[in-house]
């Protein structure tokens, strides 16, 4: 199912219940369809900060066959699992209950400290950075380097100004994009060293306009984070924050196809300086 159509069916789902906050859904539904397609993998988790957009978390669980799409169509009403806000006890897929605002960054925290491995993935609301348990969690998240992924979701109707130099602050590498326009390429870097490999063919049909840019899957993957440097000195501390994952900014990527040959741009390598990294395929 397409997000076309998850889209619809939260619209519905309200229309039956007379109740559920639309427009937070609809704020984060592209981000939490490509992290559930796109991004996670086997073992990793999502707390949804923003607990009253469950809407989209609910439709995506349904797509991916987590929950059912009746389930999810029965949001709101009377004895229904699904409701305004995200109840792990009753809802499959999801791992915390959330809705208290400010909260879910320190319990993506703490789950993060007791996983030792997976990823840990986060989406948090701009009006969240208003509260102290979040900055609480961001400081602790930064000191400790935890495997986390934080998206805030920042919009026109509630501006979260700085947002970008606190996180800085707290050592994080940051990305800004259009939680709305690319589905796909906002997610190249993958705050990890993984190149994720699709067909040219359907790249094609994607630009032609036959399918939705979403719609093609990787048929390969290469993990290159071993082979990156990790300077244990500050040089480049004042640069990109401090953290284990200041390892994971990598920069241009290029593909000589005629002789096999992948070059990656690492930003900050050896004494912070770039580096390009070169790879035989086979």
Same mark, same amino acid.
């Given at each position: 199912?397409?997000?076309?159509?998850?889209?619809?069916? /939260?619209?519905?789902?309200?229309?039956?219940?007379?109740?559920?906050?639309? &427009?937070?859904?609809?704020?984060?539904?592209? /981000? /939490?369809?490509?992290?559930?397609?796109?991004?996670?993998?086997?073992?990793?988790?999502?707390?949804? #900060?923003?607990?009253? $957009?469950?809407?989209?978390?609910?439709?995506? %669980?349904?797509? *991916?066959?987590? =929950?059912?799409?009746?389930?999810?169509? +029965?949001?709101?009403? !009377?004895?229904?699992?699904?409701?305004?806000?995200?109840?792990?006890?009753?809802?499959?897929?999801?791992?915390? #209950?959330?809705?208290?605002?400010?909260?879910?960054?320190?319990?993506? $925290?703490? *789950? @993060?400290?007791?996983?030792?491995?997976?990823?840990?993935?986060?989406?948090?609301?701009?009006?969240?950075?208003?509260?102290? +348990?979040?900055?609480? +969690?961001?400081? %602790? /998240?930064?000191?400790?380097?935890?495997?986390?992924?934080?998206?805030?979701?920042?919009? $026109?109707?509630?501006?979260?100004?700085?947002?970008?130099? =606190?996180?800085?602050?707290?050592?994080?590498?940051?990305?800004?994009?259009?939680?709305?326009?690319?589905?796909?390429?906002?997610? #190249?870097?993958?705050?990890? $060293?993984?190149?994720?490999?699709?067909?040219?063919?359907?790249?094609?049909?994607? +630009?032609?306009?036959?399918? @939705?840019?979403?719609?093609?899957? &990787?048929?390969?993957?290469?993990?290159?984070?071993?082979?990156?440097?990790?300077?244990?000195?500050? =040089?480049?501390?004042?640069?990109?924050?401090?953290?284990?994952?200041?390892?994971?900014?990598?920069?241009?990527? @290029? !593909?000589?196809?005629?002789?096999? %040959?992948?070059? =990656?741009?690492? %930003?900050?390598?050896?004494? @912070?300086?770039?580096?390009?990294?070169?790879?035989?395929?086979?």
């Amino acid at each position: 199912m397409n997000l076309n159509h998850l889209k619809r069916d /939260i619209i519905q789902a309200t229309q039956t219940a007379y109740t559920g906050h639309v &427009p937070s859904a609809l704020s984060v539904l592209d /981000i /939490i369809y490509v992290l559930y397609h796109n991004a996670m993998q086997d073992g990793d988790r999502f707390v949804l #900060s923003k607990g009253h $957009a469950a809407l989209a978390l609910y439709a995506v %669980l349904a797509d *991916m066959g987590t =929950i059912t799409r009746d389930a999810m169509l +029965a949001f709101g009403t !009377y004895g229904a699992a699904c409701g305004g806000h995200p109840d792990a006890c009753k809802v499959p897929g999801v791992e915390f #209950s959330t809705g208290g605002l400010g909260h879910g960054l320190g319990m993506a $925290a703490g *789950m @993060a400290c007791g996983l030792h491995g997976p990823r840990v993935f986060c989406l948090i609301g701009d009006g969240e950075m208003q509260e102290g +348990a979040t900055l609480e +969690a961001l400081r %602790l /998240i930064g000191s400790m380097a935890l495997p986390i992924t934080v998206i805030l979701d920042s919009n $026109a109707t509630h501006p979260c100004r700085g947002a970008v130099d =606190i996180f800085q602050a707290y050592g994080f590498v940051t990305v800004e994009c259009n939680g709305h326009n690319d589905y796909r390429g906002w997610w #190249s870097t993958r705050w990890d $060293a993984q190149i994720i490999l699709y067909n040219p063919a359907d790249l094609q049909r994607v +630009a032609a306009g036959e399918i @939705a840019s979403w719609e093609p899957q &990787p048929y390969a993957s290469l993990t290159i984070d071993e082979h990156l440097f990790f300077n244990p000195t500050g =040089i480049e501390a004042d640069m990109i924050g401090n953290g284990e994952q200041r390892r994971f900014l990598i920069g241009d990527v @290029a !593909y000589d196809r005629a002789h096999d %040959l992948l070059y =990656i741009l690492e %930003l900050f390598a050896d004494e @912070a300086a770039p580096i390009v990294h070169a790879w035989k395929l086979h």
